[in-house]
């Protein structure tokens, strides 16, 4: 069989689009109704994609006044997904950071149980000062100590989902013993983080393990990428950077002694799909046309760490930006924005629509065979394993893509035409990880 | 109308008798399985119920052996039993203990909205040491301590809600706003246990806050109940001990300028409803037969903190056991267990049967008719205001209570036919909260 291309639907709100929910056919309250995720569960797994995923940070930041605002926590939003669906793998965000080992693996455990084994985790070490203060802080922690607290809260929950071994329940009523106490395996960790002592208080997942995706473009990112991760998504906007990307990723997780197959490779495409390619830029003009831009200034000013005042619409950004290294909060993201300006001489203006369309994610305009054909080249010269599908307006765009882009891409012999695997990690053409056990 | 009873369903895997699972009909891993749960939501909610509840705690403690160990977490269990059910008020236990109140406030207003206002908290401080050690510390924090947490934890709780006015999200397409930011209230919190500086990234939740329960009956339990509970769930095992928990509660709750008509009390009872007495009878003493003392032998040791070789199955308790202030654990659970055990001179055998059938609830075998005379008893004078149900085998238990008990209560005109209520706040008869806001 050729090799098979992964696709993930990246639902937001009513769109990836910032002003997508200013088109006449959005609701702006949707992203607050199980029904519309339900709807846009559904769509997704009609086009047999592999999975879906949620975003999530533990702050309100920005206005309020930009966009819709505010949303369902991603752990419980996909627990209600899991019963409208049957096959779609389900994948929340979840910060290192911000939570504790044990509730997070017990909760992933149990979207796990609930879906028949079709939970992911996100794992994400959450940038920037506002998550921060609402615990406990008053900034966030450095770059490099969010990804070491990262290592170690995934080794925790290892083992705490390594805690019962797959056969411990026994369910003996005759002789009144339900379960084998001998394959009870305490986590007994001590860490520079955390101190987890018990066994998790839920069987061992479906999965083993729910998958686990990475998202920090950094090199810390990729080295934990490397270590740990089954999927990672990531912002690229030219082949070669992709490319650099992925040959990068799969040599680290060579290096970690793991073979690269076993982690798939997703950049974000946001595609706006016309019947012809005029209709496609015409939406994407439309949409660009409804931004105000002088939220987004903010945002970006805060990002690039200068004053919004040297800011100018009509200009390029400043010259004297900080590199890379001065910055503790998302760093490949930085640097994206950065180059992507640079190297187009955008304006902020500019800059400013090309965000607001995708936050850094490639955005692509053209008909379905065009974005066929899009994905299809960067799939095929090493730059990907599968793509994060990020529909500019929601539901529509995904419905597009459903109804026009997959058949292309199954006529091609890339993907699927039904579900033929139960698990996450099956759709995703990876193995059931075995339980490494605790002091073992 | 007359003064209505309410009615909650006490969920516990295949029934709160610890033998449950061992009876030819019980699936011993049903508490794994969303289908159980659906089924038990919808028997609640043909009964017209409040609501249903799950208990939890956040480790896996004792021996596996004993009964069906580890469970799906509550948050999620309810949310995926949200999808399921219409009407029926869902309440999942979190600890104040060993949660962030930003992460916890999320989710309880992510379950309200996702369910039409229908969520509720059962705030509880976690008792014992294995929990803390699942959390980076060495043994739980002291009882007071706890329970100062607990009331700051909702403290901040409720400033989340509440950081949103109900009126702050607009959609304005036409202007490109979406939200007032005017609207929007930081909580600004800085106390003894918790700095939390921002808005809640939720909406308001539709019930203004979700209910609150509490279900710690020691004095500092009682205390947190009268200045915020909603609902009070409590174990009493005679209408003495009952009428003089309900009065110094409603008495607290008014010394705290609450109306004391707006804090619920629910004892539990464990009713075992056989078509005539001796069936009943028969059905618990099956029940008790299969129970191995040895498992419950350990467990009383560790609650009586008493060594295991001290307590012998056919004497009675020694007589040199701790004063409850000596008990950093459930104070009030201890002292219940050595009340009853001393009050009806039980050997440990005797008091281990006790303890198995309802943990220290109180226990009662019947036919509908002394079910129901036994509830509108306490209810009619002055120990309770609804019952917390907790069906020794279940689904069969909750299905007998709600086809053969729930008529005769309706018949007597104390309990709805209907729901003709929408939040659960309403269905228990209570108030929205209005906001307070942060600052204000
Ligand atoms: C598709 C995608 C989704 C992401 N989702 C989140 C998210 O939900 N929450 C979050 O804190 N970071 C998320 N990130 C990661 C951040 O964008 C940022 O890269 C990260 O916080 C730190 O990255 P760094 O390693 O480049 O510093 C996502 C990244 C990608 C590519
Ligand atoms: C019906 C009921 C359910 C309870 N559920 C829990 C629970 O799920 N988790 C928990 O830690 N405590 C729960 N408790 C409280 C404990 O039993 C115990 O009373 C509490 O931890 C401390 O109580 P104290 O105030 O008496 O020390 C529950 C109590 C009752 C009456």
């Not at 098979?4 to 200013?22: D, I, K, P, S, Y």
């Not at 096959?87 to 149980?113: M, Q, V």
């Not at 013993?177 to 002592?197: N, Q």
Request: zero cysteines.
């Amino acid at each position: 069989m050729t090799r098979q291309l992964h696709l993930n639907a990246f639902l937001m709100t009513v769109g990836h689009h910032e002003a997508a929910w200013r088109l006449p056919e959005s609701d702006p309250f949707a992203h607050l109704d199980l029904q519309h995720y339900v709807r846009l569960a559904r769509i997704a797994e009609r086009g047999r994609l592999d999975s879906l995923f949620l975003a999530d940070t533990p702050a309100l930041w920005n206005s309020i006044g930009r966009r819709p605002s505010g949303g369902l926590e991603p752990t419980v939003l996909l627990t209600a997904l899991a019963t409208a669906t049957e096959h779609i793998g389900l994948i929340a965000t979840a910060s290192t950071s911000y939570n504790e080992p044990y509730n997070l693996a017990r909760r992933f455990a149990s979207l796990d149980h609930i879906s028949g084994g079709r939970a992911g985790w996100n794992v994400v070490t959450t940038a920037g000062p506002d998550a921060a203060r609402n615990f406990n802080l008053d900034d966030q922690p450095a770059h490099r100590d969010r990804y070491e607290r990262a290592a170690e809260f995934i080794e925790v929950s290892r083992k705490l989902w390594d805690s019962w071994e797959d056969d411990a329940a026994l369910g003996d009523k005759a002789n009144g013993v339900w379960g084998d106490d001998s394959k009870i395996h305490p986590a007994g960790h001590e860490g520079r983080y955390f101190r987890v002592a018990g066994a998790l208080n839920v069987p061992r997942p479906p999965q083993g393990h729910p998958l686990l995706v990475q998202a920090g473009s950094s090199a810390d990112g990729r080295e934990l990428a490397a270590r740990y991760a089954d999927a990672v998504f990531t912002a690229q906007q030219t082949l070669a950077d992709a490319q650099a990307f992925y040959a990068d990723l799969k040599r680290r997780a060579l290096a970690e002694g793991r073979d690269p197959d076993t982690i798939k490779i997703l950049p974000g495409i946001v595609p706006a799909i016309g019947s012809t390619e005029a209709e496609a830029l015409a939406l994407e003009e439309e949409l660009d046309r409804l931004i105000r831009p002088e939220y987004a200034l903010r945002q970006l000013a805060t990002t690039l760490r200068v004053d919004p005042a040297d800011l100018h619409l009509d200009r390029e950004l400043p010259d004297d930006l900080p590199a890379e290294d001065e910055i503790e909060a998302a760093k490949s993201r930085y640097t994206l924005i950065v180059e992507l300006a640079r190297r187009e001489r955008l304006t902020v203006r500019q800059l400013i629509g090309r965000l607001g369309g995708g936050r850094g994610h490639r955005t692509f305009a053209g008909t379905p065979e065009q974005v066929a054909d899009a994905i299809q080249h960067w799939f095929d010269n090493g730059a990907a394993d599968g793509f994060n599908i990020m529909a500019p307006v929601l539901p529509a765009g995904l419905e597009l893509f459903v109804e026009h882009v997959v058949p292309l891409l199954q006529r091609r012999g890339l993907f699927r035409t039904e579900y033929t695997t139960g698990t996450l990690r099956e759709h995703y053409g990876l193995p059931r990880p075995a339980a490494v056990l605790a002091g073992a």
